[in-house]
């Protein structure tokens, strides 16, 4: 599987961005998608996932209510909606793919190459 990530950019707080995460290569209804990020200076966190069915959802607690991760097999694709930004959202943002459903970083195997997301204050 082989990812894409795109849609980040620079926005004021309180704003929107929707991140998409296009994936070639095989079979990617099979795989449960997520999305990390990482701000400078820390470690690689867990923000949300979507089994291959799109009918189980998990969030981290920092995003709960403010992100949405949904997914679109037949378009090989994989969003994140995210509302009510803070700055605190700044990070590079990553999506990746696991055989299973899975929260560790470590359990995914394959990744997108990022995409930068900045949140004014």
């Known amino acids: 599987v082989q990812l894409q990530a795109s849609g980040g950019g620079l926005v004021q707080a309180g704003g929107s961005l929707r991140l998409s995460c296009a994936a070639s290569?095989?079979?990617?209804?099979?795989?449960?998608m997520g999305w990390f990020r990482q701000a400078p200076g820390k470690e690689r966190e867990f923000v949300a996932r979507i089994r291959w069915s799109a009918y189980s959802t998990y969030y981290a607690d920092s995003v709960k209510g403010r992100f949405t991760i949904s997914r679109e097999n037949d378009k090989n694709t994989v969003y994140l909606q995210m509302n009510s930004l803070k700055p605190e959202d700044t990070a590079v943002y990553y999506c990746?793919?696991?055989?299973?459903?899975?929260?560790?970083?470590?359990?995914?195997?394959?990744w997108g190459q990022g995409t930068q997301v900045t949140v004014s204050s």
């Open positions: 290569g095989r079979t990617f209804s099979s795989y449960a």
């Open positions: 990746a793919a696991a055989p299973y459903l899975a929260r560790a970083a470590h359990e995914y195997d394959y």
